[in-house]
């Protein structure tokens, strides 16, 4: 088990070395459309995230047809309110057919393409397709045998853990490595649409690093970048957004998605947090050099004569550095000049 190890997802090598690694999630923001997802695909080639995500599933196989009051989202949900977990799900899937075309303009884009599958005919399928990783959604945590299941393939599997305790994300984690396969990354993920920002608790992010000896990222569903700007900082190596290409054309998770220009300055700043991490080392720095040269230092500020002595009138502390540090001023004042020294010259042991 190793935080550091870096995992290969398709070719893109994913690890604390190495730039954040972020994923655009289409989720049902295609409205039905497929034109649309491809232009929500060609959108996202622009931004520079790494990776494409799909959901595959529909309906029937991540509910029931029925219209029973657990069957249905509570009314007060600020977004889906009193929806039947039926119907919310067959308007928001992506049609299967639609997976292959879409993965293949994203590979022609430079991008990968995966999926969540959420259940074992969506895993069989997606094989067909040479995915290059899996992702496990939030409320499939639970469902080892599915976690089993996609690990099994061998490759990379992420692991959200929205509304999940560190007993689940154990249990979750263990029954991927029991198929043999430590490629793991676990997101860390607030179940909630939008998530509120005071509630994403990123420092758990390290909390769930150390526990599970496993790398981490965050699913975001809070508004804005600011939380996975924050997350890269507290070392996340995987971003998730959901995008969409505008907010106002509506979807089922526009509400909190991401446009294009907004993807693109996530993508821009979290590459610049995880640079900015650096080194835990303290002491100037190799841009720093030349500043170093204009510290302040003690400098003669006019012409003076061997056997005047050292006082506020002839010397004092100025910028560049050169002479004595400034705090040996108390140390040298009323000592006398052995030689003459012309302004400008920087104050010295030798010329006293």
């Keep these: 088990m190793s935080t550091t190890r870096t995992i290969d997802?398709?070719?893109?090598?994913?690890?604390?070395?190495?730039?954040?690694?972020?994923?655009?999630?289409m989720s049902g923001n295609h409205n039905g459309e497929l034109e649309r997802a491809k232009d929500i695909v060609r959108a996202m080639a622009e931004t520079g995230v790494h990776a494409l995500k799909l959901q595959t599933y529909t309906a029937d196989?991540?509910?029931?047809?029925?219209?029973?009051?657990?069957?249905?989202?509570?009314?007060?949900?600020?977004?889906w309110g009193g929806a039947r977990l039926y119907d919310l799900y067959n308007e928001a899937h992506t049609p299967w057919e639609w997976h292959e075309p879409l993965f293949e303009l994203a590979n022609s884009l430079g991008m990968l393409a995966f999926s969540s599958p959420f259940d074992p005919t969506a895993i069989e399928f997606l094989e067909k397709l040479n995915v290059p990783a899996y992702k496990v959604a939030s409320n499939e945590i639970g469902d080892?045998?599915?976690?089993?299941?996609?690990?099994?393939t061998g490759k990379p599997i992420i692991i959200s853990t929205g509304s999940a305790t560190l007993t689940d994300i154990d249990a979750a984690v263990r029954a991927a490595r029991?198929?043999?396969?430590e490629q793991i990354v676990v997101l860390s993920c607030t179940a909630s649409y939008p998530a509120p920002p005071e509630q994403s608790n990123l420092r758990g992010i390290p909390v769930l690093r150390d526990a599970l000896g496993v790398?981490?990222?965050?699913?975001?569903?809070?508004?804005?970048?600011?939380?996975?700007?924050?997350?890269?900082?507290?070392?996340?190596?995987?971003?998730?957004?959901?995008?969409?290409?505008?907010?106002?054309?509506?979807?089922?998770?526009?509400?909190?998605?991401?446009?294009?220009?907004?993807?693109?300055?996530?993508?821009?700043?979290?590459?610049?947090?995880?640079?900015?991490?650096?080194?835990?080392?303290?002491?100037?720095?190799?841009?720093e050099q030349n500043v170093l040269r204009f510290r302040r230092s003690l400098y003669v500020t006019r012409d003076v004569k061997a056997g005047e002595k050292v006082g506020p009138d002839n010397v004092r502390s100025v910028r560049p550095a050169g002479g004595l540090p400034p705090d040996a001023f108390s140390t040298v004042e009323g000592r006398p000049f052995r030689t003459d020294a012309p302004a400008g010259s920087p104050l010295t042991w030798d010329l006293l």
Excluded: C, W, Y
Aim: glycine share 10%; aromatic share 4%; hydrophobic share 45%.
């Design 215 to 287: 790398q981490v990222g965050l699913s975001d569903h809070t508004m804005g970048i600011g939380a996975s700007i924050a997350a890269v900082a507290l070392g996340a190596t995987v971003i998730e957004k959901h995008v969409t290409l505008s907010r106002a054309d509506g979807g089922v998770d526009s509400a909190f998605s991401l446009e294009p220009d907004e993807m693109k300055a996530l993508v821009e700043a979290t590459r610049v947090a995880q640079l900015a991490l650096g080194e835990p080392v303290i002491g100037p720095k190799q841009a």
């Design 9 to 25: 997802f398709g070719g893109v090598p994913v690890g604390p070395e190495h730039q954040p690694f972020v994923i655009a999630e």
């Design 178 to 181: 029991s198929t043999g396969n």
């Design 144 to 152: 080892l045998p599915l976690i089993r299941a996609m690990a099994a």
């Design 61 to 79: 196989t991540i509910t029931l047809d029925v219209d029973l009051p657990a069957f249905r989202l509570p009314a007060e949900h600020e977004l």
